[in-house]
């Protein structure tokens, strides 16, 4: 397939959006060359940020494991993270000294307690006692012992009915060039699946995942227009679909999810057209 | 079940969104009495919007079907429908010569139109010469023939790959007080079951719908907050996840699609919570 | 991918199982050739069967169709259809002299006439006195007006709780080289959906479809084992998985619904591996 | 609802088909007074056998323990258990040095085992080495450790690609009065879809569950119909529905899973209608 070269296609934007995996880095680290992108675009002043289906961790920890590789620009404020729009989700609900459990690690509770709430692991849950926990999260895939805690939270949830929130949508992600690990959103799909209910999902390619980062955008664009800013990702399913239906333009780039083998027979099966297709995010200095 | 006053809820707000269907009117017309919940807000000063899945007509046909029952001041401004976020996706494409195919009425076809679109019905188009037609749009279940049209759709999505937009989420409507109708969102979800493709949905409980209001809401009051919002709504599924996930505060009414008997369990089978229970949206004066 | 040649694979089985369209034939007719594989089958004195997802036809009729174009060996008792296991449902049900409503042509009903049972398509039921209606069946996709009838079932089945069995399986069906339709058995996915329920549905890749079959081998071939049987199939989902499951050997042919180029990677990702793949079931004199 | 007498209802036919849980025995063991109904079958020389969808022990385990209960008519050759379809599936395969991997207890691989297969728990399999390794079947949900295991499933299975088995349909399975455990189909239909792949499930509602117990009763009642038969069960969605496509007769019990306050619902909002209703299983002496 044909692809642009990705400055001939960035140039043309007053805002880019990055999906991080497969775009920005991948299971050995930073994508070679992707920080000469972040120069151009400095040199250019189109501001950017970072849009991540992550709820295992906050926007500072994000951001430093970007700093840490030597990429200073990518600060807090640019990432924006599908954990925040739990955490936005639980500011506006009263702090009334009932909990919030969840499955996750303590980190990802980060995002509940940033929100004014209790937090309690299901692990400590007693199902005895349900009078002080008022709501639920799945926060990460790490953190607890699936044995015995996937059935727990199952049991919690047909004793009680409450708000169910599910911080990541993705059901899987990668964990080295060979392997996968099922991600909270495929464990939250087995339970919501197994109770017949329907749990509340934040992240890509949902409207307010976008919707935070345009936000952002105006702030630092006054007046932006959606059409003016370039969502560039690796997978068509969340970054492209999304982008392309909040009226965004998209760049699919094949450094990730999609390969450049099958990046146009995926496009054709799945109906979902990009704008452009680029090789990488990578600009050559 | 034990259920609010709609007076007593409503009065605690400084925005209200109303779903229109089972909320404001049935298939006999306006439900009775809706008209002094209007001049109640309008009394307290409290501004409103009606939310609707209805890709069928225009806003300003909308608005006329109001101000024909004595409802004035439900104006042109008052009306969000999924069919202007079907326009203002269109509005961001450019009007190259190609025209637009769609399912639907030639009313329906206004809101493409208005954004600067050609159209085609999917009867004229000549699945021989595919060259001037760009993307579809599903808009509306009358206006073609389900027995050739369809297939016809089918056919032309697999000869030629293009965007599809669906301009209405829902997969039925109710014709009377015992019968339903198969909507375009349901024939347009056979048509993605059968490609195997990924269509854009337009409509509640997708964000972009209450955005869409909200942003409108913003404009009357100023800085106005999420949570200061009352959404309004007959059913679960559609009005109320969609307003609980983003932010709003929410009322199900028992006066259309769930009903006194089972709201309780529905409530409870779904997992999905409104801020309060209320009769109807009706105010007694 | 390497193919075998179909005759050194079905020289070694005791009995055949052919699927009718994509491997006998086509929208052009039939396939080239394929009456050889019939003499050669007779000359070595294996038997063989045709299992076809259609409920549109008479056994009879499906059997004349080859019948005129020569192949007489294909005899009415040769045929399986999937309406069969329709007719044999209905067969168990007293004849009460209620009727069951149908969706099809006059032909489709058949089935359920052949069965004993009052047959009255869905134009002629009357919404108000259902009374005399106990069932509904799904048969052929031609036969009716898909802008009224399909909603008229919809409201039949939400007004009086009833039995409904589709009797085809497939969701669409090729009409020539390029283009589909849609099958009786995606309007009743369709409906389905719409209404919540559960159908009783017959057809590959059904278990009952292959035992109809093999109850009828074992009588030409007493004693026959499951894995005595090869089924020629040219769809995965349907053929290979059902033959497998059923404990047949199955061949995959490439002369129809799965192509040379893409057999391979749907085998891969769908994780259906058939025991052979064959270019196709003609076998050269 | 109004329901039958479970005697009056069973002596008109010539066998009885019975599920297990929900039906003859629940969280506290065997249901009380089932026995009787045992001595009255055997008076009236009605044959009877259970229908399981239990892969986690082998028939003679499963007999055992109805044997400590006192209940010593229900030997091995009466139980007819899902695992029991995947061990006839295997059968038919060549044991050619290589092993079927699983996931489950030892228990659970007897199936596989005495189907004269090699076999490897998950836990055991190098992924570096998948040459020895020939297809996969999911067993039970316990004997394996699930935040490792799950995802060394999906990574084999992405490695290379194999026929997998799931001899278990249900997603979920009582442990107690109040809480239920995610069962072994339910994890498969986790790795199905972040697959995308398509295994093979055996167990009720599928035909092959009820040919077997046919195949069985007409040993020992030639000839007997499928009419012939009642298939008593708790549950609508396996043992009715499953029964009723297969053409015999089923009575629903309302001591499991489905309870007397909303079977009426149930059997309308499902549309899957069971010839008889009955409180329970049990025939007073």
Not at 145 to 151: C, G, L, P, V
Request: with cysteine.
């Amino acid at each position: 397939m044909r692809t642009k070269s990705f400055r001939s296609v960035v140039k043309n934007y007053r805002a880019v959006f990055f999906d991080a995996f497969g775009v920005l880095k991948n299971h050995s680290g930073l994508i070679e060359g992707v920080g000469n992108t972040f120069k151009y675009l400095e040199s250019k002043g189109i501001p950017y940020y970072v849009l991540t289906n992550d709820s295992s961790r906050s926007p500072q920890e994000l951001s430093n494991w970007y700093q840490k590789r030597g990429l200073t620009s990518i600060t807090t404020d640019k990432i924006l993270s599908s954990g925040m729009l739990a955490m936005e989700f639980f500011k506006t609900k009263l702090a009334n000294g009932k909990a919030v459990a969840y499955l996750g690690t303590k980190d990802s509770a980060h995002y509940l307690e940033t929100a004014g709430q209790k937090t309690v692991p299901i692990s400590d849950v007693d199902l005895n006692d349900l009078e002080h926990i008022k709501s639920f999260a799945f926060l990460d895939d790490e953190g607890f012992d699936w044995n015995k805690d996937i059935d727990k939270t199952i049991n919690l949830l047909r004793h009680k009915n409450m708000t169910v929130i599910v911080a990541n949508t993705d059901i899987n992600y990668p964990v080295n060039k060979n392997d996968i690990s099922v991600a909270i959103g495929g464990l939250a799909d087995l339970v919501e699946q197994i109770l017949g209910k329907k749990f509340i999902r934040f992240g890509k390619p949902d409207a307010q995942m976008f919707l935070l980062a345009y936000e952002r955008a105006m702030m630092d664009v006054p007046n932006i227009k959606r059409n003016e800013i370039l969502m560039v990702g690796d997978t068509l399913y969340t970054d492209i679909i999304g982008g392309n239906k909040f009226g965004l333009d998209t760049a699919l780039v094949l450094s990730g999810n999609t390969l450049p083998d099958n990046a146009n027979i995926k496009i054709i099966s799945s109906g979902i057209i990009p704008t452009y297709v680029c090789d990488s995010a990578v600009i050559e200095p």
